[in-house]
């Protein structure tokens, strides 16, 4: 059993740039794969980025690449988003997940985090 909580959102001016943090318990964290989803009001959750267990696998959306960067450190059972450069359509609820194995669809996912609201105005 994993438990995910997000923090790090909030309101930001387009242009600028917020850190999100999902903090896992368990001992297991290392083992999973981590990714970040976001959902806007009335759409799909979609997939954002993913993070193999030991970091050195990556994957991201066409919208956040080259503007957001997914990390991870196992020591602090903790996996980050980076977001720089957001503009008004990122505005979202964004979730971090844990898959056995990277993925960028949503049922791969076992274990979810309750959200984190980013707002960004224009």
């Known amino acids: 059993q994993v438990q995910l909580v997000e923090s790090g959102g909030g309101l930001v001016q387009a242009g600028g740039s917020l850190r999100l943090s999902c903090a896992a318990s368990?001992?297991?964290?290392?083992?999973?794969?981590m990714g970040w989803f976001r959902q806007a009001p009335g759409m799909e959750r979609e997939f954002v980025t993913a993070i193999g267990w030991s970091g050195a696998s990556t994957s991201y959306a066409d919208s956040v690449k080259g503007r957001f960067t997914i990390s991870r450190d196992n020591a602090k059972n903790t996996v980050y988003l980076q977001m720089n450069r957001l503009k008004p359509e990122d505005t979202a609820v964004y979730y971090c997940a844990a898959s056995r194995t990277i993925a960028i669809t949503a049922p791969r996912y076992d274990y979810w985090g309750q959200g984190t609201q980013v707002t960004v105005s224009s």
């Open positions: 368990g001992r297991t964290f290392s083992r999973y794969a």
